[in-house]
């Protein structure tokens, strides 16, 4: 398998702009979690689905990011007007319901900067 | 507040030594807790998962302890390699459902030749 696949790997935009991060997640995992990393706030969780379904939304921090799942092997995060402060590394990664099987797996990330 | 907290960002160690990190947390009970390595450019990769239930865990070199009385996690790595330097971060699932994990801020382990 190739993994969770993130695209694009590096996005530069302008402040106002609107952003949007692709993920296909490990074919056959029903999880799907979008995280951002910075340094002063290390890797927070901003939404989940399952089955394709939002099921935590609690992380996205406004409502300039939404996010969607149209099938189990496609997400999208969008920022929509992007700002300076959304500047970070976004992950995504992928799980599977399993009795005793809890890992995640991450993809290569997309590094964001707005200027 | 719920907080997750690894205790130092930066751990050097002469290779060949034991590296020790340590997680400790409040105002959480976690089912279980996991352990990833991260690497400069790259997404965190899961290394180990210990239960509520259970004190201690192996993989080759590693070794995970968890303390629910002392809501901590020890992670060490033994006859440490540079090859072992990264950046390790724990998680601590809350919530009741697999999706609701939480992210230490990570420590840097740097081994040293």
């Known amino acids: 398998d190739a993994g969770v696949i993130q695209s694009p790997r590096h996005e530069v935009t302008e402040m106002g702009q609107e952003v949007t991060l692709r993920c296909k997640p490990i074919?056959?995992?029903?999880?799907l979690f979008w995280y951002r990393q910075t340094m002063m706030r290390g890797l927070e969780l901003l939404i989940y689905?399952?089955?394709?379904?939002?099921?935590?939304d609690s992380g996205m921090p406004e409502d300039r990011f939404s996010a969607k799942m149209p099938n189990a092997s496609f997400s999208t995060l969008k920022i929509q007007p992007s700002e300076p402060r959304d500047s970070a590394v976004y992950f995504c990664?992928?799980?599977?319901?399993?009795?005793?099987?809890?890992?995640?797996?991450f993809g290569p990330g997309t590094r964001l900067t707005v200027t | 507040s719920q907080k997750i907290e690894q205790n130092s960002e930066a751990l050097n160690i002469q290779e060949g030594k034991t590296a020790t990190l340590t997680c400790n947390y409040t105002?959480?009970?976690?089912?279980?807790l996991q352990w990833y390595r991260q690497d400069p450019g790259r997404g965190p990769v899961f290394l180990l998962l210990i239960r509520e239930n259970e004190k201690e865990k192996r993989k080759e070199r590693l070794k995970v302890t968890f303390d629910t009385t002392l809501k901590q996690s020890l992670f060490h790595i033994t006859a440490s390699q540079p090859a072992d330097s990264a950046t390790y971060l724990c998680?601590?699932?809350?919530?009741?459902?697999?999706?609701?994990?939480?992210f230490g801020k990570g420590t840097k382990l740097s081994v040293k030749p």
């Open positions: 074919s056959g995992h029903d999880y």
């Open positions: 689905f399952n089955n394709n379904v939002p099921i935590d």
């Open positions: 105002n959480y009970s976690p089912a279980y």
């Open positions: 998680a601590l699932n809350y919530g009741g459902s697999q999706g609701n994990l939480i």
């Open positions: 990664a992928s799980s599977r319901t399993a009795p005793g099987v809890y890992e995640q797996y």
